[in-house]
């Protein structure tokens, strides 16, 4: 019999994201075999049975359920995770952390700083476990950059550059809201690039370089009126389409950062750029084993920019996986945050980012969307160091 400890989980919304956690707690047994907690997939919930009940199918949940706050209220559930639209995220953590429940929520956080400031005093005054799905943390190149970083190599950093482009609504005919398309539709989503995108860039950002102290930046709305999915009518656009910002980052350097759903040919194009006074990194999404690395104390013969293809045992997570020379991909990530939830289980420690650190990422959020608004520049407040 196994000595393993279960972890029962309640996953709430199963869209794209309900797919890539599910996948997430159904791989890890398998490559994190020292773990002591086991996830169990114990329940669904989607306001639409039939949806649900294929999803349970699909990826192996035990039962279903139609109304997060029965599954909620189930003594059958550890941990419930959240991947519904941004305007749920508050209500439902705040129960299940009332309920004592352990608390998994997709990123952005909220809509909001106010209902993020709520839902940490929430899992803080219950004391339950709680992170934030900021996946890009837990590529293994990235985390290699955060090690490389860590170590001092870089020296004094001067810059910090950004992108996440995307091009999907350039098509003025894409309506808002509802199924699929929540993220254009403000009341929902709470925001456009800055929530959905820019956050993830943030999140990344203060995790490598330290807090951002404050912004200027400037949004634009492409396409101002667009069809609601719901109400059938042609309704004012609320979101940003596009954000670009720049900053002072704690460190003294600054900060450059680019967000779009304009981006003709552009999918996922997330890519970061650090300069030291020693040496530079740079990521990109799409080739997202590869740290280009430019050390300039290297032979100046020799000297240029290293493409290090991270798939060798010694890098982050990848003693886990394949051979050397082997890559991973997007899903792995997901897979990394659960192992790393599973790992804080059991040490008792925080699995970053908690709520209390994704709050400081909506707060540059607010600024920035402030700062465009006010065209001025922005106190972000940021005031916990999430390095
Ligand atoms: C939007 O298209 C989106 O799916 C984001 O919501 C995710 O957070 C990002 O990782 C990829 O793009």
Redo the contacts with the bound molecule.
């Keep these: 019999m196994s000595n393993k400890k279960e972890l029962r989980i309640g996953l709430i919304g199963c869209g794209?994201m309900g797919r890539t956690h599910s996948n997430g707690y159904r791989r890890v047994p398998n490559f994190f075999p020292a773990l002591q907690y086991t996830p169990v997939l114990q329940a669904v919930c989607a306001r639409n049975e039939a949806k649900a009940r294929a999803f349970a199918d699909q990826w192996g949940y035990a039962s279903v359920e139609t109304d997060w706050k029965k599954l909620i209220a189930r003594d059958d559930i550890d941990a419930v995770d959240i991947c519904t639209p941004n305007d749920t995220h508050a209500e439902i953590a705040i129960a299940a952390a009332e309920a004592g429940k352990m608390v998994l929520c997709e990123?952005p956080l909220a809509r909001t700083l106010a209902e993020s400031q709520e839902m940490v005093d929430a899992v803080e005054k219950a004391g339950v476990a709680n992170t934030v799905w900021y996946n890009y943390r837990r590529i293994p190149a990235v985390t290699l950059a955060k090690k490389i970083i860590e170590s001092g190599k870089l020296g004094q950093i001067y810059h910090y550059r950004a992108n996440f482009l995307?091009d999907?609504t350039i098509n003025a005919n894409l309506p808002q809201g509802g199924e699929g398309l929540w993220?254009m539709d403000a009341s929902v989503a709470g925001s456009g690039v800055t929530g959905?995108?820019l956050a993830?860039c943030i999140d990344t950002a203060m995790w490598l370089n330290g807090s951002i102290k404050d912004v200027s930046a400037v949004t634009e709305t492409f396409v101002k009126e667009r069809m609601h999915q719901l109400t059938g009518k042609v309704e004012k656009v609320g979101i940003d389409d596009a954000c670009v910002f720049h900053c002072h980052f704690e460190n003294g350097s600054l900060g450059l950062f680019e967000s779009t759903r304009y981006a003709r040919g552009h999918k996922?194009l997330y890519t970061f750029e650090i300069n030291g006074a020693n040496a530079s990194i740079r990521w990109d999404l799409h080739d997202l084993n590869r740290l280009e690395f430019f050390d300039n104390s290297d032979e100046s013969t020799l000297r240029g920019w290293r493409s290090i293809h991270v798939t060798d045992g010694e890098q982050p997570y990848m003693d886990k996986w394949w051979v050397p020379g082997l890559g991973i991909g997007y899903e792995h990530s997901f897979i990394h945050q659960v192992a790393d939830f599973l790992q804080s289980l059991e040490t008792g420690g925080p699995c970053k980012p908690t709520f209390k650190e994704a709050l400081e990422t909506q707060k540059v959020c607010e600024a920035v969307l402030e700062s465009a608004s006010s065209k001025s520049w922005k106190d972000t407040g940021v005031n916990v160091c999430i390095k």
């Design positions: 794209f990123k995307q999907w993220r959905d995108l993830h996922a």
